[in-house]
């Protein structure tokens, strides 16, 4: 009988203290304030805290905290946004949801984040920000991108909606470019009952633009100025998630230690890993095994149970909305092979030992199978 081992459980986020998070449900719903309430308020600012940031604005997705940011810095038509190859597809529509032209650079080898060097020949004189992606939670080092930045007078927005908590020497991911982006999806390591979203700055101007465009445009009632959105975090929202932030440092270290126990279990396998850096904080929103074997490897693997699944296994420019920009095949070469090769294997913070050890031999046998070796 296979044990199963399944991607996701929700449920398991609520211990036994849950009761006192459905009391507080229960008042919002009887109290009947739900928009931009003193919950909504009370999470921006323990999130900002969390970010080691002056403000935060919750928002109703991490897309919109992307579109929302971009526009907040009057990024449009004829802007250029550089961003990279590999991400998910959310960071690129927001782009061209805001009008601007994205501009992208390949994926680094062995990081599977954005090649840093490629930005300085990518920026034009059109080129308003720089858009990286902390990608399955590992934080860019952002120190080169300030530089190419600075003489440019490019904003520094961060897509931070896989990496809450990881940090790089020292800083907290989100607070270190001009504004941080991050998703409160239910599959994200801080996670929403729904879609919801923040936005993260120091920027006073800034963040009063991003109040003005996500509640349509309106300085005050009924005065609108410019012409928003409408996205704002919900009360019920904001009370879920005031109640797990004060969890999540436990739950990433949890994933930390699912993490180590994969490296230090698959070591010898032919697979490699997201590479490793001194002074930063992980937090494994995903865990990327890499394999040419991926079809076979993946198989295998459901077919004994074990949730592993391929996240974005199209690249971003050879997805079908994007085909207008003319990205042609071949021209993000690591993006590609990074699409094709890898896997993410099942990373739950409430994931028991037995389910690790688990997944561990099954990857195993799959190896030690004649012809699959190499
Ligand atoms: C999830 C995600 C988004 C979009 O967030 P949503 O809340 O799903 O809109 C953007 N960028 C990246 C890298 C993501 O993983």
């Not at 971003?316 to 896997?343: D, T």
Request: aromatic share 8%; charged share 20%; with cysteine.
């Amino acid at each position: 009988m296979p044990l199963q081992c399944p991607r996701y459980n929700y449920a398991a986020q609520f211990g036994p203290e849950v009761d006192t998070l459905l009391g507080e449900l229960r008042g919002i719903l009887l109290g009947g304030n739900y928009i931009l309430s003193a919950e909504v308020s009370r999470f921006e600012q323990t999130f900002a805290s969390y970010t080691n940031c002056q403000f935060a604005r919750g928002v109703n997705s991490g897309t919109d905290a992307l579109l929302i940011s971009l526009m907040a810095l009057g990024v449009g038509k004829g802007d250029e946004v550089i961003t990279q190859a590999n991400t998910f597809h959310a960071t690129v529509a927001a782009v061209q949801l805001a009008g601007a032209t994205p501009v992208l650079v390949d994926a680094d080898e062995d990081s599977f984040l954005m090649d840093v060097t490629q930005v300085p020949a990518a920026v034009t004189d059109r080129t308003r920000v720089l858009l990286p992606v902390h990608l399955y939670g590992k934080p860019t080092d952002l120190s080169e991108l300030l530089r190419i930045a600075k003489p440019q007078q490019l904003h520094l927005v961060e897509d931070a909606a896989q990496a809450h908590g990881a940090s790089i020497n020292g800083q907290q991911v989100g607070g270190i470019g001009t504004a941080g982006c991050f998703s409160f999806h239910p599959s994200k390591n801080l996670a929403a009952a729904g879609d919801a979203g923040a936005i993260v700055s120091n920027d006073r101007m800034l963040v009063e633009r991003i109040d003005c465009l996500r509640s349509l445009g309106q300085k005050g009632q009924n005065d609108h100025v410019v012409v928003g959105v409408n996205s704002k975090l919900d009360a019920v929202q904001a009370s879920i998630l005031s109640w797990k932030l004060g969890r999540l440092d436990e739950w990433n270290r949890a994933r930390e230690r699912v993490a180590d126990a994969y490296r230090v279990r698959l070591e010898d396998l032919p697979l490699t890993f997201q590479r490793t850096d001194p002074d930063e904080r992980h937090v494994y929103h995903l865990f990327q095994v890499r394999t040419k074997r991926r079809a076979a490897l993946l198989a295998h693997l459901r077919r004994n149970g074990v949730d592993a699944v391929v996240r974005y296994p199209i690249a971003v420019p050879h997805q079908p909305a994007f085909a207008h920009w003319g990205w042609r095949p071949g021209q993000f070469p690591v993006a590609e092979r990074l699409a094709n090769e890898l896997l993410c294997l099942p990373m739950r913070p409430d994931m028991q030992e037995a389910e690790v050890e688990y997944v561990c031999r099954r990857v195993r046998d799959f190896f030690n199978r004649e012809g699959n070796a190499q």
